[in-house]
């Protein structure tokens, strides 16, 4: 699956999805997806899908880290402040891995852009496969931003830092339960030019990998705040 | 730019090109892409181009390898044998790094999805970046299926072995000529299912980091030789 995020969405009107069927195979169907608000284009998307198949067989390792059930909860990690970011993932249970949500990390001296979180969903799931998908393909862009921003002395709502994200590609390797603990393994290898790549990798918690996933973000530093500029500043962004 | 490969392409007729315009910002153009032959859909692609911005930068470290004058070129590594092979990459000067080249290798034992080489066009070409993107772009795709098939003991030409490229995804960071040495670093995490996913990075020969390419490819093995199935499989695959 690859997409691009176009536009800002309007969460106060429906979207029209305009779907091309480019190509159905015996093997592999594809599809091209525009999402429409307001008569323009605000995402675009293209996907692939296989049928079970036989082939070469190989996977690199699971990283070695702590259990989820050794590590705190994010609503006691944030229980003793007031920031809005302990209700964020609601719907998920996530156990942060060293170093931590950046939002506790006042001191990121010597930080890699690096970021391991366990999460499942706070609920059970229904059987449908779809249905996990789905929730994982959500969850995957949760973070990833974040993994970038790790090294750096800047938080997103710093007036002077724009970020957003620009793409989203994603792998489905396997099966796998979103309401079962998934190890989302996060790394950012650049940032540069008012862009960072991150890409992640989804294990199951005995070690298959069920998902990667790659994401250019926007990472920009502007000269001046954003202030009332703001409206102007985002436009020349999205 | 992300793209995908839909049906096999002619090398007879022309490729009609439809481009979608679908976006065009102050800092971001995006544009979607579907190649036609024979009146239908071979390969599509969205790409986002963005002006030069000021941001947050890091970059992960180059890997440690021999340099390229140390390493024999691709033609002294063939040159011994009446594989096609020694021709199959003239345009570009290959320098492989330990294992080499996937064909001279008879026992794979032990080898890791992992491969290495250097390369730069066999001369100079135009100052115009654009040109050395599309250079890079169609080196990029050479040798990262390869990566994936490194620690099996299958090749390319056996008949119970399909590989196809399905996917394609490139992410520009940085100028970058292509006709000075680069460093292409391909891993494969993950093949299963009659799929492998390798991810690659470009370098310069001074440690910048350029270019990042994400491909899916076929790895499918068939439970019969191909033989005279050989134009059922094919439809079944691409």
Chains 1, 2 share one sequence.
């Not at 609601?90 to 506790?104: M, S, T, Y």
């Not at 706070?122 to 973070?143: E, K």
Request: hydrophobic share 40%; with cysteine; net charge negative.
């Amino acid at each position: 699956m690859h997409a691009y995020f176009l536009r800002p969405g309007d969460p106060n009107v429906p979207i029209l999805y305009e779907v091309d069927r480019i190509r159905d195979g015996r093997s592999f169907t594809t599809r091209r997806v525009v999402a429409v608000q307001h008569g323009k284009a605000i995402f675009n998307l293209s996907a692939s899908f296989h049928t079970d198949d036989h082939g070469l067989e190989h996977q690199m390792a699971m990283p070695d880290v702590p259990e989820p059930s050794t590590l705190p909860p994010l609503q006691q990690l944030f229980g003793w402040t007031d920031r809005p970011e302990a209700q964020w993932h609601h719907p998920f249970d996530v156990r942060h891995i060293e170093p931590g949500p950046r939002q506790l990390r006042r001191d990121r001296t010597g930080l890699k852009p690096i970021q391991r979180v366990w999460f499942r969903t706070d609920g059970h799931l229904p059987d449908d496969f779809l249905v996990h998908a789905c929730v994982v393909a959500y969850a995957s862009d949760l973070w990833l931003l974040d993994t970038a921003a790790l090294p750096h002395p800047v938080n997103f709502d710093d007036p002077t830092f724009m970020a957003a994200s620009l793409d989203h590609a994603m792998w489905f390797h396997r099966p796998f339960r979103a309401d079962e603990w998934l190890l989302y393994d996060q790394e950012s290898p650049i940032a540069h030019g008012g862009r960072a790549l991150v890409s992640g990798r989804i294990f199951t918690e005995d070690g298959r990998l069920v998902v990667s996933v790659v994401q250019e973000g926007l990472t920009r530093l502007l000269t001046a705040p954003r202030g009332n500029q703001a409206r102007a500043a985002q436009a020349a962004t999205t």
